[in-house]
């Protein structure tokens, strides 16, 4: 997420407060989505108003409409892993982004999302992983969707970065992670079993920070 962040905030931070503000009040009427006042924002989120602005102003140099659909994101994604298919793992992201599940990201939802991964307690962080791994929002993870998931992470990485990588490592990482997080054995891991097993164990909240640098 750093890579898609630092092209969505690139080129404002040379340019005064004041005329910041009235760019931004004139960018607002003229998007399709007015996003809400930046002060509810910043009571929302972890971010201070001009943190807003700045994000607000490289939100809408992407995405002009002041939305972005799945197939806009998937573009914007792709740029930062050209090496490899970053489509799988972008539609994921882009469901985990969509809490209206209206097929479109406003605003108001990228930065309530970054706020977690960026400035969220390590629970808060857990949580949202969790629910990007719940592919079909049932409240659990099963071994299939932490499957889909990494496979999707590793086809994104590419050829380059994993230039050995077997077809079978994805499950077998899989499978290791199950078995210390599906701690009653019912084929399920749990929001809390989830969260319990990477605040004990070092190297899984490692893996799981690894997955999420590349949000």
């Not at 939100?59 to 939305?67: L, Q, R, T």
């Not at 990007?132 to 994104?156: H, P, Q, W």
Request: hydrophobic fraction near 35%; aromatic fraction near 12%; proline fraction near 3%.
């Amino acid at each position: 997420m750093g890579a898609v962040v630092g092209t969505l905030t690139l080129q404002t931070k040379q340019r005064q407060p004041t005329r910041d503000k009235l760019d931004d009040e004139l960018e607002m009427t003229m998007v399709c989505h007015r996003p809400e006042g930046l002060e509810q924002l910043e009571a929302q989120t972890n971010f201070t108003k001009q943190e807003l602005q700045v994000l607000y102003r490289g939100f809408k140099n992407e995405c002009p409409s002041g939305v972005v659909n799945e197939e806009t994101f998937k573009h914007i994604y792709a740029q930062f892993f050209p090496h490899g298919d970053a489509s799988t793992y972008a539609h994921y992201l882009f469901n985990s982004f969509d809490t209206r599940n209206d097929g479109s990201i406003k605003f108001e939802d990228f930065v309530m999302g970054l706020s977690t991964l960026l400035r969220g307690t390590v629970r808060e962080k857990l949580e949202w992983t969790f629910h990007l791994y719940d592919i079909n929002s049932d409240g659990f993870i099963s071994k299939e969707e932490m499957t889909e998931i990494v496979r999707a992470i590793y086809d994104m990485m590419g050829k380059y970065t994993y230039p050995a990588l077997k077809g079978d490592v994805p499950k077998q990482h899989v499978n290791a992670f199950f078995e210390k997080m599906d701690r009653n054995k019912d084929g399920v891991v749990t929001l809390e079993e989830f969260v319990l097993a990477c605040q004990e164990d070092e190297n899984m909240m490692r893996s799981m920070q690894l997955f999420e640098n590349v949000m």
